[in-house]
């Protein structure tokens, strides 16, 4: 009986050390903890009209070390891939077949009222998962080859697209496909960045597969974008 309580004594210390270590590594998997958080309602009006947006936008590469606040995190999401339509599904963005192959992530390093981490975005319920626990802004900068705009974002928004999704309709025509729905967002996030004041950058080049890794992508997930923001 004593070798029996003995071992499993062991067993339980053994198991506290390992599991310490391995959040102490540097962030934390979240995958047994999917807690969604519900963004702010977007504003739909801005003082901007959309011809001033499209004239002041610029490819802003550096920021200042200030914090985004969550609003504005919720209007760059839904000028994204957000719902423009709740009864009839529509999406702020253009999709071949309406069958959207896009998903889009968010690498959060500095905004006020919400922890870092990588999280996944959910536009039905214009609400974000948070995947993993941590600052791996400097991760990414180091899968894009270094960029400092990536490091130095308060957030990145990466999209990726997920090609079956669209190729099972349009064959191998739906990865162009793809590609354009991508653009079409890039370029709300940019408006939308422009009528709130903050600066952002396509970045495109990268390493796809330590892009996948730092975000914890699905194998069926393909990195395209990777859109760093702050103010400017």
Known sequence: ???LLKFIFIIAVFSFFNVTLLNAAG????????EEIILPE????????VE????KRRSVRSYLDKPLELEEISQLLWAAEGITDKEKKFRAAPSAGALFPLEVFIVVGNVSSLEDGIYR??????????LIEGDYRNDLSLAA????????GAISI??????????KKYGERGIRYTYMEAGHAAQNVYLQAEALGLGTVVVGAFMDDKVKDVIG???????????PVGKK
């Open 1 to 3: 009986m004593k070798r």
């Open 27 to 34: 962030g934390e998997k979240m995958s047994d903890k999917k």
């Open 42 to 49: 977007p504003r739909y009006e801005s003082k901007m009209s």
């Open 52 to 55: 001033e947006a499209i004239s």
């Open 121 to 130: 975005c959910d536009p039905f319920n214009h609400a974000i998962t948070k």
């Open 145 to 152: 080859l270094g960029q400092s705009c990536v490091k130095n």
């Open 158 to 167: 990466v999209f990726a697209g997920v090609y079956d999704r669209i190729t």
């Open 217 to 227: 992508m699905k194998e069926e997930e393909t990195p395209l974008y990777i859109l």
